[in-house]
């Protein structure tokens, strides 16, 4: 079963964020950032529970060639994808992030 998939609005400022700053450290990075992180979208909504709860509900899968994660909740048939954060953020500052989401 395929879950669908819905992003809070905070999500565009994550991902810009990042994609921005690989494309100024590097032309091109900022671009794989954004392939890997909708493969790994796709993933996740085929397959949700492969991944661990973090915080409460909140799930987390981390993203290949880049040091940061997803948090996502599964409601119903409906994945709800609350953020991505580096992995060396403060797991504390990335729980009250969400939860304020």
């Known amino acids: 079963m395929s879950y ?6 905070e999500i565009e400022d994550d991902i810009l964020a990042t994609y921005y700053w ?3 450290e590097s032309l091109g990075v900022g671009q794989h950032f954004l ?3 909708y493969t790994q ?5 085929n397959m949700p529970k492969l ?3 973090i915080f409460q509900s909140f799930r987390r899968s981390l993203l290949k060639h880049f040091p ?3 948090y996502y ?11 991505v954060f580096h992995t060396r953020k403060n797991p504390q500052n990335i729980k009250e992030s969400l939860d304020e989401r």
């Open 4 to 9: 669908s998939v819905r992003f809070v609005d």
């Open 22 to 24: 690989y494309e100024k």
């Open 35 to 37: 392939e890997v992180f």
């Open 41 to 45: 979208v796709d993933m996740i909504s």
């Open 51 to 53: 991944y661990h709860k």
């Open 68 to 70: 940061y994660a997803i």
């Open 73 to 83: 909740t599964i409601e119903q048939d409906t994945i709800v994808i609350y953020g």
